[in-house]
Structures are given as C-alpha cells and as structure tokens.
C-alpha cells in the first residue's frame, strides 16, 4: 500500500492530484471509459482517481504545470 493510499484509510485524507492534461470533467468519467480501453492513460488515471476514492477520501483533480509557478498560483487561486 502505497503512502497516498495509507493516509486515505487510516486519516480519510483528502489529496489534490495536479497533472498537466488534467482529466475530463468527472460526469463524463462513466462514458470516456466505456469508449476507452483499459490501457488507454486517461482511462488508467480515471480509474486510479475512483480507485483512491473508494479508500474513503476526496480527490480533487487540477490541471496545472507544476514547473510554472503562475500557472500552479491561478489553478490555486481558482479553488
């Protein structure tokens, strides 16, 4: 079990996940993976997201370059 997945179970943590792509909007998450295979990557984040979910935390998804200091401030600012 991995560090994010422990501190889901023992803490009911929240986690904020920030990707570049970011993942489609999540009313869209049941049909992108019927269209998708399961090796497709966005498919994979999809299911890992649902996957920490079901751990019994929340996870906040955000699209931002982590290397970009003004675009990780307005994606925070956004929240």
């Known amino acids: ?3 994010t997945e ?3 179970r023992t803490a ?3 986690v ?4 570049r792509d970011g993942l489609p909007a999540r009313d ?3 049909s992108y993976l019927r269209g998708h295979g399961p090796m ?6 999809i299911r890992a997201v649902e996957r920490l ?3 019994g935390g929340t996870v906040l998804c955000l699209a931002a ?3 970009n200091l003004e675009e990780m401030q307005k994606t925070l600012d956004s929240r």
Request: hydrophobic share 40%; charged share 30%; glycine share 8%.
């Open 1 to 3: 079990m991995g560090e």
């Open 6 to 8: 422990r501190a889901i």
């Open 12 to 14: 009911g943590a929240n």
């Open 16 to 19: 904020v996940l920030v990707s």
């Open 28 to 30: 869209t998450w049941d």
């Open 40 to 45: 497709d990557r966005t498919a994979r984040r």
């Open 53 to 55: 979910e079901s751990l």
């Open 65 to 67: 370059d982590v290397c």
